[in-house]
């Protein structure tokens, strides 16, 4: 019974180093990813709708949200293309998207909105997409270096047809040869826009020069942002987990003690029956 008991309590005790190991990785990451959070909040701030219920019992979940809220871009995407794809959506890219033009009605009738916006109703737009035969010329016309920016960005399909309709007809290119091949070829003519931000529309007109450096694209931001916040989500999941497995394996260890106190105790008691 000795042997088991010690075996048992110095298992739990290998345990509980490895446990409280786990605690201290977590909670150092958990950190990182809040100092992530605190760097791009001042950057993403102003990416907010806020509005007053335009009557009693409004339900919320019909307002989506700005544009900017509701895409996600993968790390790799970000970091190159987050810069094209704003100046792809331009505007847009703050437009609020609600489910219908009923909400669209009474939040700018009695929402009470601080600025001028414009709404996307999700049941009204008409989305105009870039073709499969067009998409096939233009990787033809400049291999691996045209995509079309819906396939950049990534959304939840409620959303869907309101990501369309901002980001359906551009493609972005690597590089100016590329836009200039895909916007003023006859059988795409389809707006194009480089990394550098630079805009070839069909008609002929070029728009481009200085641009904002040194510093993050909004849409990168905001990807880092989200994909910091995701993340600390998950750690702080598996951090209670830890912490409670923890607190059991304290109380497991606690009772072995007791008990090997209680051995002790009794070996004493049977050492001196054995001499009486």
């Avoid at 977590?26 to 950057?43: F, H, P, S």
């Avoid at 609020?96 to 737009?125: C, H, M, W, Y």
């Avoid at 795409?188 to 481009?208: C, F, H, K, Q, W």
């Amino acid at each position: 019974i000795i042997n088991e008991t010690t075996d048992e309590s110095t298992e739990n005790e290998t345990k509980l180093d490895s446990l409280r190991a786990r605690c201290r990785e977590l909670e150092g990451q958990a950190t990182e990813y809040r100092d992530v959070i605190e760097r791009c909040r001042g950057k993403v701030s102003h990416i907010s709708f806020r509005y007053t219920d335009p009557h009693a019992n409004f339900d919320r979940s019909k307002v989506k949200g700005l544009v900017a809220e509701l895409i996600r871009l993968d790390g790799q995407v970000a970091s190159k293309y987050s810069s094209a794809l704003e100046v792809a959506a331009g505007g847009r890219l703050y437009n609020v998207v609600v489910e219908s033009d009923l909400v669209a009605s009474q939040l700018l009738e009695k929402g009470r909105l601080q600025k001028r916006v414009t709404i996307i109703p999700l049941n009204k737009i008409v989305p105009k997409v870039l073709g499969a035969d067009k998409i096939k010329r233009a990787h033809a016309l400049a291999p691996g270096r045209v995509h079309p920016a819906l396939e950049l960005v990534g959304s939840s399909i409620e959303v869907e047809q309101a990501v369309k309709y901002v980001f359906g007809s551009t493609f972005i290119c690597d590089d100016a040869d590329a836009a200039n091949a895909v916007a003023f070829d006859g059988s795409v003519s389809s707006r194009a826009v480089t990394i550098d931000g630079d805009v070839y529309e069909p008609s002929g007109t070029l728009t481009g020069g200085s641009r904002q450096t040194g510093g993050s694209a909004v849409l990168e931001s905001l990807s880092k942002y989200k994909d910091a916040q995701d993340r600390l989500a998950c750690i702080e999941g598996e951090l209670k987990h830890v912490k409670e497995e923890i607190s059991t394996f304290q109380g497991s260890f606690e009772s072995v003690s007791n008990q090997r106190e209680r051995l002790s105790l009794l070996e004493h008691e049977h050492s001196v029956l054995q001499r009486q």
